[in-house]
């Protein structure tokens, strides 16, 4: 392993590898407010532009120092694709606080998600306002994409495991915990830890 970190060619391709970062991130910062995204100009990081779907009269607001990670190569458990964040309807939101930090997650709202400071999503994570389809067939047929919407609200200092799923309707309150690949219809209490499908409290963290 130290043969492999003192390789001069490992260093050179670290450089590289930074400078193509750079480069996603200015070009990042200018895209966003392009199209309209509401956040302070250069003070949102990124390795590779996300997905981003806005409709008009939508709004998508991030906070300062928000991460955004879509590159396998800078996360070590990996990305499955790069990070979403689509606004599906006119008049809804995605608001994100400041310091969070988003890998390879998709972030989907009909209505309106708020996503709290402090907060870790971890790889694959969902977080969905919206049924995206009506649950009942002959509904599917004559409405294919009235799918029910509720609001979702993420509390700060939360941690979202890898390949969670985040459900419409859903509160999650600060400093909770959801376990990897869990799927959370029900609300969350602050400090809990949740896990499973569905997800179901484990314990609550106390702090002395």
Not at 46 to 59: C, S, T
Request: charged letters at 20%; glycine letters at 10%; a positive charge.
């Amino acid at each position: 392993m130290n043969k492999i970190l003192s390789n001069p060619i490992y260093y050179l391709y670290r450089a590289f590898k930074k400078l193509i970062n750079f480069f996603f991130f200015v070009v990042g910062n200018i895209y966003f407010k392009l199209i309209g995204m509401d956040f302070s100009f250069f003070k949102v990081k990124m390795d590779r532009i996300p997905h981003i779907i806005l409709y008009q009269n939508a709004k998508i607001t991030l906070g300062e120092n928000v991460v955004i990670t879509s590159c396998s190569s800078t996360n070590p458990i990996g990305v499955k694709h790069k990070c979403i964040l689509a606004v599906l309807n006119s008049g809804a939101q995605i608001n994100i606080g400041n310091n969070t930090g988003i890998t390879g997650a998709s972030i989907c709202c009909s209505t309106q998600v708020d996503i709290g400071s402090n907060v870790y999503i971890g790889s694959g994570v969902g977080i969905w306002d919206t049924d995206f389809h009506p649950i009942n067939w002959k509904e599917r047929e004559k409405r294919p994409n009235d799918g029910k919407s509720l609001p979702i609200k993420i509390g700060d200092n939360v941690f979202i495991g890898a390949n969670s799923i985040i459900l419409k309707g859903v509160t999650i309150d600060d400093g909770a915990v959801i376990g990897a690949g869990s799927v959370v219809s029900r609300n969350v209490g602050s400090n809990e830890i949740v896990a499973g499908n569905p997800a179901k409290k484990i314990k609550k963290i106390i702090y002395e």
